[in-house]
Each structure stands twice: as C-alpha cells, then as structure tokens.
C-alpha cells in the first residue's frame, strides 16, 4: 500500500477525474480514495461541479451561432486561399 495521504490526494483530484495522471500518478490516489471517506466525499464533490460545468459548456455551444452559419465558417476555413 503507497498510501498517498489526504493532501495529495485532494489535490489531484481534478486531474485524476480528468484523466490527466498517468497510471503511476493516479495508483497511490485512488488507493487512498478507497479508504478515505472524507476524500471520498472530495471527489463526489469535485465530480458533479466538473459534470455541471461541462453541462453548462455544452448548452452555450448549442446556443451559439447557428449550424449554417458555423459549417459555412468552417468551410471557408478549410478552403485554401486563392492566390492572386
């Protein structure tokens, strides 16, 4: 057991919910996850704020500039300029 302690552990948090941390990384918190409530308690906090901002992030994408306006922008992005 490399126990990593509740300072590390909740500091990482967001990474490791991310899947930023490699496996070395991210071994010594998720033991220490599994045996500490109050990280526990850490990480369900952490998880539905992520969740709730990237749902947030997805309505404001849906709400910007219409599909048309976006592909024909797109479009001309990926159209190679003309040369004169």
Known sequence: MSDCGCDKAKANIYELLRGELCAEESAPIREHLEHCASCQDE????????????????????????????????????????KA
């Open 43 to 82: 990480e369900s906090a952490c998880a539905r704020l992520t969740d709730v901002v990237r749902r947030a992030c997805e309505e404001e994408r849906e709400n910007c500039a219409p599909s048309d306006l976006r592909d024909a922008i797109l479009r001309g992005l990926n159209t190679e300029p003309s």
